[in-house]
C-alpha cells in the first residue's frame, strides 16, 4: 500500500487552511438569528471539489443538511456524520484570543467548534483528499450527512432520516468525534450514551417579594432543592425505584477493554480538570464514566446573586436536569418514573416538563467496521487503542445508524483538554494531522474486509 504519511504531509497546510475557514463562520444553532448559509455554501464547494455529488437538503423551520456521495472502487461505502453547528462562546472574557479566528499556541489550535465538531470534520475531508492524492480515486464509496442541529438536540433530524432515507445509508458509520484519554492512547468508542433532559419549575408567591415576607411565603428555591434531593443523592445516584432495572453490566470483553483502558486517577483529575470525584480508583472512575447513569442538574436558577441579587422571596424557581443514558434504558421511561417518584414523595407540585430525549447506542464488537478502525489505529498512531463499549456524551447514533441497521464506530482528533463547549475550546495540531492520517487508513481497511 501507497505510505500515506508524504501525502499527508503535502496537504497539512491547506488542510489546516480549509479548518480556518470553517471555524470562522460563527455557526451557532441556539442562535436562531445565525444564518448558515455562507458555511453551507463552503462544505458545499469542499465536497464538490472532491468529487462529491453534493445536495443541500432542506425541511421548513430546519437548519439545512448537507449531504453527499463520493463514489470509490469498492462497492462496499460508508457514513461520515457531522455537524456544522457550534455551542455559543460563553463568557468572551474567558478566551484568550477571538473565539471565530483560528488561533496557534504552543502546538494547538483553538476556535469555538474546533474540537465539537468542526476539527474532525475537516480532518475528515483533508483525507479524502490524501487519499485521492496518493491512489487516484477513494477505495469506497464515502457518503455525509452533515447537519445543522446538533448542539440543539437535532431537533429536525428524525423528519430528515424519514424523507431522504435512500440517501443517507451505507456499510457502517463513523461518527462524528473522539478524542485522546488522559493516558494520551486513541480512544475508539463503539457507541454512544442516550440522554433524557427534564425542566423542573415550581411557583412560590403571585410575585418576587420583599425578604421580609419570607416567613409567610413558600419559597420556591428551598422547595425545588427539597424535590432534587428526593430525585438523587449527592453523587448522581437516581433514587426513583427501577430507574437501574434495565441497565446492562459490562461483559467479558467489555471488563478487559475497561482494564485495559482504566489510567491513573490523578491524570484523569488533572486533565480534565474534575475537582474532587466520587470514586479515587482509575479502574472505577472509568466504569462510571462509561457505564453510569446518573442525574445531573445542569442548571438551577431562583433570583439572584452577586451583583444581580436582592433581598426577595422569588416568585419561582427552575432547574435543568439530565441524565445521561445506557443500555437498555429509554428517554419516556425514565421520565414516567421520575414524575411518579416525585408525586409519590409529595412533590406534585413540581412542574416537569420533557425537554428532549435520544436513546443510547452500542455496536457489536464483530462488525467488520470495528477491526478495520483498530487496525488503522494500530497502524498511525503506533499503539492499539483504548475501547470504550460507548461514548460518555450523546448524540443522534441512534437514529442515524442502530435503529436503521447502520453500525458505527467514533475516533477523532480531541483531547482531554480540548475544552469542548467551553471557553479556549482546542486541539492539537498534531491530533489533527494524525486524525486526518488515521481516517484514510481507516478507509482502505474497510474496502478490503
Known amino acids: 500500500m501507497t505510505d500515506l504519511a508524504p501525502h499527508v504531509e503535502r496537504h497539512i497546510e491547506s488542510a489546516i487552511a480549509n479548518l480556518a475557514t470553517l471555524v470562522a463562520f460563527p455557526s451557532i444553532a441556539a442562535d436562531q438569528t445565525t444564518k448558515m448559509d455562507d458555511c453551507v455554501a463552503f462544505l458545499e464547494a469542499q465536497l464538490a471539489d472532491l468529487g462529491g455529488a453534493v445536495q443541500v437538503l432542506r425541511l421548513p423551520g430546519a437548519r439545512p443538511l448537507v449531504f453527499a456521495e463520493i463514489p470509490g472502487r469498492s462497492p462496499r461505502s460508508l457514513l461520515f456524520y457531522q455537524h456544522y453547528d457550534v455551542q455559543p462562546t460563553g463568557p468572551r472574557d474567558l478566551w484568550q484570543s477571538e473565539p471565530f479566528t483560528l488561533t496557534e499556541r504552543d502546538g494547538y489550535m483553538y476556535a469555538r467548534g474546533i474540537a465539537d465538531n468542526k476539527g474532525n470534520l475537516a480532518a475528515r475531508l483533508a483525507a479524502l483528499r490524501v487519499l485521492l492524492d496518493a491512489e487516484g480515486e477513494l477505495p469506497l464509496t464515502v457518503r455525509f ?51 433524557c433532559k427534564l425542566h423542573l419549575r415550581v411557583h412560590g408567591p403571585e410575585r418576587d417579594l420583599h425578604g421580609k415576607y419570607a416567613p409567610l411565603a413558600k419559597n420556591p428555591a428551598l422547595r425545588l432543592a427539597a424535590a432534587l434531593s428526593v430525585l438523587a443523592d449527592s453523587d448522581g445516584t437516581v433514587l426513583a425505584p427501577g430507574y437501574y432495572n434495565p441497565v446492562r453490566k459490562p461483559n467479558e470483553q467489555e471488563r478487559i477493554w475497561l482494564d485495559d483502558a482504566a489510567g491513573d486517577v490523578d491524570t484523569m483529575q488533572r486533565e480534565i480538570g474534575l475537582g474532587p470525584m466520587p470514586v479515587n480508583d482509575g479502574r472505577a472512575a472509568l466504569e462510571r464514566l462509561l457505564y453510569f447513569s446518573g442525574c445531573n442538574v445542569a442548571g438551577f436558577v431562583a433570583g439572584g446573586v452577586g451583583s444581580e441579587g436582592r433581598n426577595i422571596v422569588p416568585a419561582k424557581a427552575e432547574a435543568a436536569l439530565e441524565f445521561r443514558l445506557v443500555p ?85 482528533v480531541g483531547h482531554p483538554a480540548s475544552n469542548t463547549h467551553a471557553p479556549n475550546e482546542n486541539i492539537g495540531i498534531n491530533d489533527y494531522r494524525l486524525g486526518i492520517e488515521v481516517v484514510a487508513e481507516l478507509l482502505r481497511r474497510f474496502a478490503e474486509i
Open 328 to 412: 437498555d434504558q429509554e428517554p419516556e421511561s425514565v421520565y414516567g418514573q421520575l414524575t411518579s417518584h416525585l408525586v409519590v414523595n409529595g412533590f406534585d407540585d413540581i412542574e416537569v416538563s420533557y425537554v428532549h430525549g435520544v436513546l443510547p447506542a452500542r455496536t457489536a464488537p464483530d462488525h467488520p467496521l470495528v477491526p478495520a478502525a483498530l487496525g488503522a489505529i494500530e497502524a498511525i498512531y503506533g499503539q492499539p487503542p483504548v475501547v470504550h463499549p460507548n461514548s460518555p456524551g450523546t448524540g443522534p447514533m441512534s437514529n442515524v445508524c442502530h435503529s436503521r441497521g447502520m453500525a458505527a464506530v467514533a475516533m477523532g
Open 145 to 195: 450527512l452533515i447537519e445543522g442541529e446538533e448542539e440543539i438536540g437535532s431537533p429536525h433530524l428524525i423528519a430528515y432520516l424519514e424523507q431522504y432515507d435512500h440517501l443517507l445509508r451505507a456499510d457502517g458509520c463513523l461518527w462524528e468525534g473522539g478524542y485522546r484519554d488522559p493516558n494520551g492512547r486513541l480512544t475508539l468508542s463503539l457507541g454512544i450514551k442516550g440522554i
